[in-house]
């Protein structure tokens, strides 16, 4: 394997970790979240991008990503708050 795509594994790992963290799911759970709702599409086209920033920037971008493509989860900055 390139050592690009390795990096680009090892982002994508840890951003589902943190997403995972913020909203208190299992890792398998918060994968299946994003790739339900758009998330992992938009991490995907705009890694290039989204490695250079932090990764409280782009948690709140897929929570917004997610949002609009029916996720259910909001992130308003410092907590996760559950939207039914």
């Not at 992992?40 to 917004?64: G, I, K, R």
């Amino acid at each position: 394997m390139e050592r690009e795509q390795v990096g680009r594994i090892r982002y994508m790992v840890a951003l589902i970790s943190e997403f995972a963290k913020l909203y208190g799911l299992a890792p398998g759970r918060a994968y299946l979240y994003l790739k339900r709702f758009g998330g992992m599409d938009y991490v995907e086209e705009h890694y290039e991008v989204l490695h250079t920033l932090s990764f409280a920037e782009v948690l709140s971008d897929l929570s917004v990503i997610c949002q609009r493509h029916g996720g259910f989860l909001m992130y308003d900055g410092y907590a996760a708050l559950p939207r039914f």
